[in-house]
T-cell receptor
Framework: AQKVTQAQTEISVVEKEDVTLDCVYE???????LFWYKQPPSGELVFLIR??????QNEISGRYSWNFQKSTSSFNFTITASQVVDSAVYFC?????????FGKGTRLHILP | EPEVTQTPSHQVTQMGQEVILRCVPI?????FYWYRQILGQKVEFLVS????????KSEIFDDQFSVERPDGSNFTLKIRSTKLEDSAMYFC???????????FGDGTRLSIL
């Protein structure tokens, strides 16, 4: 089965705290892509990252970092020094077989 | 940077009416998609389209739905007789080649009254 699980439905942290959003996926494919998207209250999907299954290097982009571990089928996302503007729903997703499978999302509240 | 454009941004329709959601994919892209997101839920795949035909469709994509690429630029999703449960955000996406990422439009929020 192809599946993406985001066990954290909702998280609230105080501004400037670090926060990690968990993502676990299931696939039988050997080649696949993983994504993170941000969905602000306005509703659009904002692309954050795409990671190839062969590339297990962690990635950092400013305050954002991603930890991909194939051994545990996880692709976790950390926001360092969170800001109020980071408040949104975050979706982890798996791209396989010509469609994207999304997790249910984690709603992140950053409290001032 | 080229982007996928969706119109309208918000559509309000009476139950039972037909609605057409429009998308202009990125020029030269070959693969086209529609996804749906019911309020507060996850984004779900509806249909993929390549070479002027449907490649794959989900269980959600029943006979009341259809897609069309009427000219070289537009990609439309038609819902024949809308139901209350069709109220959702509909996202269009396109990609160039099969190993390239999908690019999403900003979505059309469909409200069925």
């Amino acid at each position: 089965a192809q599946k993406v699980t985001q066990a954290q439905t909702e998280i609230s942290v105080v501004e400037k705290e670090d926060v990690t959003l968990d993502c676990v996926y299931e696939t039988r494919d050997t080649t696949y892509y993983l994504f993170w998207y941000k969905q602000p209250p306005s509703g659009e999907l904002v692309f954050l990252i795409r990671r190839n299954s062969f590339d297990e290097q962690n990635e950092i982009s400013g305050r954002y970092s991603w930890n991909f571990q194939k051994s545990t089928s996880s692709f976790n996302f950390t926001i360092t020094a969170s800001q109020v503007v980071d408040s949104a729903v975050y979706f982890c997703a798996l791209d396989r077989d010509d469609k994207i499978i999304f997790g249910k999302g984690t709603r992140l509240h950053i409290l001032p | 940077e080229p982007e996928v454009t969706q119109t309208p941004s918000h559509q309000v329709t009476q139950m039972g009416q037909e609605v057409i959601l429009r998308c202009v994919p990125i020029s030269n892209h070959l693969y086209f998609y529609w996804y749906r997101q019911i309020l507060g839920q996850k984004v779900e795949f509806l249909v993929s389209f390549y070479n002027n035909e449907i490649s794959e469709k989900s269980e959600i994509f029943d006979d009341q739905f259809s897609v069309e690429r009427p000219d070289g630029s537009n990609f439309t999703l038609k819902i024949r007789s809308t139901k209350l449960e069709d109220s959702a955000m509909y996202f269009c996406a396109s990609r160039g080649y099969s190993n390239q990422p999908q690019h999403f439009g900003d979505g059309t929020r469909l409200s069925i009254l």
